[in-house]
């Protein structure tokens, strides 16, 4: 018997429907709640998630000569849980940023384009991580962005504009929740660090490890890592420390601005040299933490370079963000199993991309002889090629994403960005 209780949602993006719906589907929670089934809440957000990079990953699971799992954490859901669609676009546009789409699934109302907890008519949106803090739950939010970045912003501050990180930091560590995981240091700390030799500089190397790029993008000296230390935070800037904090508030940032891209996860691995801790382990910190609250905890995750990588059509770095959410999603199901006291939504804000595999007349395959009594030894060759399943392989086997590419071929010597320089650097680090 399923002793948790669990929903899939794929998302489009089309009709208004989506906000009404949620309210109905926070009313049946609340409803739950009370009869004493449902104490705890878990939130997963894919950014960028649609049923097309849910399906990459279970055709790589399926197709490729060796998988690197056996099974998606999907799979586990689909089995064990309902699925469903949402419908997530904004007021009046046919394209919902995550800004929005964040703000909808986190408050039931519908907002504009990238505001940050706000509806569509400018008012504060309550969001259910506030909703929790009122009915005295713990709250935790983890991303691999940044901690500032839209989709976490929407659940705990309030702001004109996705855009303004800086104020959103802020508010946060206003909103106060009790586990906040992800990157983006870069607007938590003092505009006084970016002067090289500075005594504050030296002062916050010593505090970070020197783990990361100490740059400040405020406008101004609130050292706010200061400020959630004397709230009461521990504070975590790596792997290691982030393993031994046993507090009760945690304030983890561990890269400038976002973390590890998928592939570069995949390949660091579990070995010591990985300094970042990986979705997985943030994702597992905060229940440790969160499941302490007798009243029970909400907490928000985002596979938020699912959405990335998206943006920038690489599909080989998507393949590894997606399996880096699966295992996210997986530590939960496995916290879960026996508990009959959480409800898990594993839900994409919207689909990024138009992501597909396509047919071409490129690279037809050759013809090859049937014995079934139809073909009777004739030759089988389709007129069309419908895509290799090692397609799926070699996207695996990518060695940088796109972005790295790029900044490898930013960093020749001028005279040495070329075209001939660029194919080399795509052909060593990409089987296509």
Same mark, same amino acid.
């Given at each position: 018997?399923? !002793?948790?209780?669990?929903?899939? &949602? ?9 906000c009404?719906t949620?309210e109905?589907?926070?009313d ?10 449902i104490?705890?809440?878990?939130v !997963? ?12 990953l ?17 799979d ?8 469903g669609i ?5 007021? /009046? ?5 995550s800004?929005?789409?964040? $703000? ?16 569509f008519?400018?008012n504060? @949106? ?14 935790g %939010? ?5 901690l500032t970045?839209a ?6 501050a309030?702001q ?5 990180e800086n104020?959103?930091?802020?508010e !946060? ?10 990157g ?6 003092p ?8 005594? %504050?500089? #030296?002062?916050?190397?010593? +505090?970070?490890?020197g ?8 406008r ?5 890592? #200061?400020e ?12 290691t ?8 508030r945690l ?7 976002? !973390? +590890?891209?998928?592939?570069?996860? &995949?390949q ?11 979705l997985t382990?943030? &994702? ?5 933490v969160?499941e ?16 990335w990588?998206?943006?920038?059509? *690489?599909?080989?770095t ?6 880096k959410f699966?295992d996210?999603?997986d530590?939960?199901l496995?916290w879960m199993?026996?508990?009959? *006291?959480?409800l ?13 595999? @396509?047919?071409?007349?490129n690279? %037809? ?6 014995d ?18 090692? &397609?799926? *392989? ?8 796109? *972005? ?7 960093s020749?010597e001028?005279s /040495?960005?070329t ?5 080399m650097?795509?052909?060593?680090? $990409?089987?296509?």
């Amino acid at each position: 018997m399923r !002793m948790y209780q669990t929903l899939l &949602t794929v998302c489009m993006a089309s009709s208004l429907a989506g906000c009404s719906t949620l309210e109905g589907v926070g009313d049946k929670a609340g409803s739950a709640e009370q009869s004493g089934r449902i104490r705890n809440v878990i939130v !997963m957000i894919g950014d960028g998630m649609g049923p097309q990079q849910v399906g990459l990953l279970d055709s790589y699971i399926r197709y490729s000569s060796n998988p690197v799992l056996d099974s998606s954490a999907f799979d586990r859901m689909a089995s064990e849980g309902v699925v469903g669609i949402a419908r997530t676009e904004a007021n /009046q546009v046919l394209v919902v940023d995550s800004a929005a789409s964040a $703000t909808q699934f986190a408050s039931g109302r519908m907002a504009g384009s990238e505001m940050i907890g706000a509806d569509f008519q400018g008012n504060r @949106a309550q969001s259910m991580l506030e909703v929790a803090q009122g009915k005295g739950k713990a709250v935790g %939010l983890v991303s691999d962005t940044r901690l500032t970045h839209a989709t976490p912003a929407a659940y705990a501050a309030h702001q004109q504009h996705r855009s303004l990180e800086n104020e959103i930091a802020v508010e !946060m560590l206003e909103t106060g929740a009790d586990v906040m995981l992800s990157g983006g240091i870069r607007h938590w700390l003092p505009q006084g660090v970016n002067e090289e030799g500075s005594a %504050l500089r #030296a002062e916050l190397e010593e +505090l970070t490890g020197g783990t990361m790029r100490l740059s400040s993008r405020r406008r101004d000296d609130r050292n706010l890592l #200061a400020e959630a230390s004397e709230a009461g935070y521990d504070l975590s800037f790596n792997r290691t420390d982030l393993a031994a904090s046993h507090g009760d508030r945690l304030l983890g940032l561990y890269s400038y601005s976002g !973390m +590890l891209d998928g592939i570069a996860h &995949t390949q660091a691995g579990d070995g010591a040299e990985r300094v970042q801790p990986s979705l997985t382990e943030m &994702t597992a910190k905060a229940l440790s933490v969160l499941e302490k609250d007798e009243d029970g905890f909400f907490l928000m995750v985002e596979g938020g370079q699912i959405d990335w990588a998206a943006h920038n059509n *690489d599909a080989g770095t998507m393949l590894h963000e997606m399996i880096k959410f699966s295992d996210a999603i997986d530590v939960v199901l496995d916290w879960m199993k026996g508990r009959d *006291d959480t409800l898990l939504v594993v839900s994409a804000d919207h689909e990024t991309g138009g992501f597909g595999f @396509a047919y071409s007349r490129n690279d %037809l395959p050759e013809g090859e002889p049937l014995d079934g009594d139809v073909f009777q030894g004739d030759d089988y060759k389709p007129n069309w090629n419908f895509g290799r399943v090692e &397609t799926l *392989d070699r996207l695996y086997e990518q060695k940088l994403s796109y *972005d790295g590419i790029f900044s490898q071929f930013d960093s020749l010597e001028e005279s /040495q960005q070329t075209p001939e320089n660029l194919r080399m650097i795509v052909n060593v680090n $990409t089987q296509f």
